[in-house]
């Protein structure tokens, strides 16, 4: 049996100055996307105090103004008090935005090229990509992620409503859990550190978001008399969003997966197209991974893919059940093979990934979310018969 132990894992609400720049990014490629399909779309962001950049590359055939994407954005998060240095009324803005090299495009596109082995459409660049499911969860997420991200969606919807006027966008939670026999058994931390008005003092702050927060959404069996619950642990934070701290596209790249319970290839995934496999190769492997363990295959399931640039097949395609499986770990790497395609066209096909659908993707987890799964398809678990019928 493996030995007890303690796992953690965080999330960031949409304030949150690096997730101001996902959200900002992820707009761009809707707005790419909702009028030209075939967009090619790079697009990182950064944000301090009052200024906003946009740099990157993108080749659309798309018309819109990319100031006013970026306003709506930082407006819909909540950064509109004109007391904040950070405003969607006044902020500075530089677009850097420059065309998708020529030499990664011949790469990518569906023809043929000097010295290109195939016309086929080829990956936008090499790399490992990873996807994750367990049975801890009815999401089959890890269960430290997933309250991390129900908490900080929870204290969003508190904000938004006008329950809690004091409240302001830039937050962060944090849950620990205890497993025992390999299983999470109960909460031992929660953390919570939430931007505030000024008005409101930090014992008010804990006891309202103890009772309105914490003990709303984590179930009373979960927490025990030795739970601590850390609610702005420094004291004060009024200042914060990007005039507390500085802000990048794609940092929050374990809260955007798996909160470090699945290994991650490296790659961000806000404000890239499909053809970009770090994001589209990483829906593959949780949509394959779900439906390992949907099936019944096994309670944990890592799926590794590798690609090479411009090239149309992945390199290798590997799953790790850590000793979960209930039938041979090869027979399962078979059928996934027989089941799904990892051609990079045939993922954004099965996906259906060439839509304006990557807003929903950018907050609180890009997995393990199952309240749009018209948008995030590689939520399903529609392959479970297919694999049981190879499989048995």
């Known amino acids: ?72 954005a930082i407006r819909e998060i909540g950064y509109t008090d004109k007391a904040c240095k ?14 998708q090299s020529p030499d990664i495009a011949q790469g990518v596109d569906a023809e043929g090229a000097d010295h290109k082995d195939s016309e086929e459409q080829g990956a936008g660049d090499q790399g490992i990509m990873f996807g994750y499911a367990c049975d801890e969860t009815k999401e089959l997420m890890p269960a430290p992620i997933s309250w991390s991200h129900k908490l900080g969606k929870e204290l969003t919807l508190l904000r938004k409503s006008g329950q809690h006027t004091w409240l302001r ?85 374990i809260v955007d997966t798996y909160g470090g319970m699945g290994r991650h290839g490296g790659g961000a995934f806000s404000g890239k197209d499909p053809s970009k496999v770090d994001r589209s190769a990483a829906y593959m492997c949780r949509w394959v991974a779900k439906n390992i363990v949907a099936s019944g295959l096994a309670s944990k399931a890592e799926l590794q893919v590798a690609y090479a640039i411009g090239h149309p097949h992945p390199v290798s395609v590997s799953v790790d059940t850590f000793g979960t499986n209930q039938v041979d770990e090869e027979a399962i790497e078979k059928a996934i093979q027989d ?36 948008a995030l398809t590689w939520e399903k678990t529609n392959k479970v018969d297919e694999l049981k019928g190879l499989l048995g």
């Open 339 to 374: 089941v799904f395609s990892f051609k990079p066209a045939d993922i954004i096909t099965q996906l259906d990934l060439l839509r304006p659908i990557y807003n929903h993707t950018t907050n609180y987890g890009h997995f393990g979310r199952e309240d749009n799964l018209s």
């Open 169 to 253: 966008p830039d937050s962060k939670t944090q849950v620990s859990m205890q497993y025992v026999d390999g299983k999470p058994t109960h909460v031992t931390a929660v953390v919570v550190s939430t931007m505030h008005e000024d008005s409101i003092s930090t014992p008010e702050i804990r006891e309202i978001l103890e009772k309105d927060l914490i003990r709303r959404v984590i179930p009373a069996a979960l927490i025990t008399k030795e739970t601590e619950l850390l609610i702005n642990p420094t004291g004060q934070f009024v200042i914060g969003g990007p005039e507390g701290d500085a802000g990048l596209t794609g940092r929050k790249i």
């Open 86 to 99: 950070f405003n969607a009324d006044s902020f500075f803005f530089m677009n850097l935005i420059g065309q």
């Open 1 to 72: 049996m493996p030995r007890p132990f303690i796992f953690s894992s965080e999330s960031v609400t949409e304030g949150h100055p690096d997730k101001v720049c996902d959200t900002i990014s992820d707009a761009i490629l809707d707005a790419c996307l909702a009028q030209d399909v075939n967009s090619r779309v790079a697009c990182e962001t950064f944000v301090k105090d009052n200024v906003v950049g946009l740099a990157g590359e993108i080749t659309t055939h798309a018309d819109f103004d990319s100031r006013s994407v970026v306003e709506k």
